[in-house]
């Protein structure tokens, strides 16, 4: 090998080694910002859902029962979680949704 090919090839691995502490470290956070990426959801929606009722009468009258909004969340297509409810303006902070009839996914 002559002294012109050896600077050369002096030269990158010089520059290998200085910068392969950063490559490493920007491979670790590559790899966490796609993992993240992986478990966020395929999209949140605002769901609002205006109950109205009325007795077997002909012709029927219908009468205003409540106003549900919350934030729901679609994973992967099939899972949703359901957050941020609101009935009536007021915060639902009940576990459960007794009463309410919420069936499965959408579309």
């Known amino acids: 090998m ?11 691995s010089c520059l290998r080694a200085q910068f392969a502490p950063h490559q490493t470290a920007l491979e670790h956070v590559r790899a966490v910002n796609l993992e993240r990426a992986a478990k966020l959801p395929d999209f949140v929606a605002d769901e609002t859902a205006v109950r109205y009722h009325s ?8 009468k ?3 106003t549900i909004e919350s934030e729901i ?8 979680s359901r957050q941020h409810v609101r009935v009536n303006g007021q915060p639902w902070h009940k576990k459960g949704f007794n009463g309410y009839n919420w069936g499965g996914p959408l579309g």
């Open 2 to 12: 002559n002294k012109r090919s050896l600077l050369p090839a002096l030269l990158l």
């Open 55 to 62: 007795r077997h009468t002909d012709p029927p009258e219908w």
């Open 73 to 80: 969340a679609f994973q992967r297509g099939t899972q949703f």
């Open 64 to 66: 205003h029962v409540d």
